[in-house]
């Protein structure tokens, strides 16, 4: 009985991410075509990124200063105290801000998008549009792939911001490091494909965030109780898309054998 479960919910999981899929095409056919709702598209920019400010920023202060607490006193002890920041920098830029704030929108935001979506689902307001002859994809999905698309970027470059300076703050008060050496160790080991590399990586988790979470909710099928199975399965699939998508992005873009600390 719990293998057939597990099959069958399996089953459900590949058709709906099949149909996410085949809604991320339909998004790019429309927005080629120039399909966009301007005024959705800026209501859902906002609850997207200012919304999300507040948490994101917190999270990247926290995130940085913990880094610098783990990693501090082991390169102080090895005499290498001087690049404490720009450690800090190429991991935040690379990895730890687009992969945790896309994380925190995939809970906050993508979650969001699945319950509300679902909810027109099965009250049947997505059957009323489609009658008035309204695309429920020009006017509810491309305004929040937009707003996720524009907006994470944004807030990744804040929370590295964020973060060095929640890193710097432990540098200098609890390991009496210079902020002049930390911070000129963060410009020298920065490269500004770093920064081109954290806002595409950024832009690639938005729509994807955004792209799932509407595509389970245009999916919902059983009333209150799969309002709440599509969102839980949603921000479960959107995590899972990100950290799978962040590793296939880093390889491309990372791979090699060069050192970003050496120089070479």
Request: charge should be neutral.
């Amino acid at each position: 009985m719990n293998q057939t479960t597990s099959k069958s919910s399996l089953g459900e999981w590949s058709q709906r991410l099949l149909a996410a899929i085949f809604l991320g095409g339909q998004v790019l056919v429309h927005l080629l075509r120039g399909k966009i709702h301007r005024r959705n598209t800026l209501q859902q920019m906002a609850a997207v990124g200012p919304d999300s400010l507040f948490i994101a920023l917190l999270t990247a202060i926290f995130v940085g200063a913990v880094f610098t607490i783990q990693v501090a006193r082991e390169f102080i002890n090895f005499g290498a105290g001087n690049i404490i920041g720009g450690v800090l920098s190429v991991a935040l830029t690379r990895e730890l801000s687009p992969v945790l704030t896309a994380v925190i929108l995939a809970g906050r935001v993508g979650s969001a998008f699945a319950a509300e979506i679902g909810t027109m689902r099965v009250t049947e307001q997505i059957d009323a549009m489609l009658m008035l002859k309204t695309d429920p994809i020009d006017y509810l999905v491309i305004p929040r792939v937009l707003a996720c698309c524009l907006m994470l970027p944004i807030l990744t470059l804040l929370s590295l911001v964020t973060g060095m300076f929640g890193g710097l703050i432990i540098a200098t008060n609890i390991y009496n490091l210079s902020d002049t050496v930390f911070l000129d160790s963060a410009r020298n080991f920065l490269d500004i494909w770093d920064i081109f590399s954290a806002m595409i990586k950024a832009c690639c988790f938005g729509t994807l965030i955004a792209v799932i979470g509407c595509s389970w909710g245009l999916t919902t099928t059983g009333g209150a109780k799969g309002v709440g199975q599509s969102t839980t399965s949603a921000v479960v699939t959107a995590l899972l898309i990100i950290f799978v998508s962040n590793f296939f992005l880093s390889w491309l873009m990372f791979q090699g054998t060069g050192s970003a600390f050496l120089g070479l």
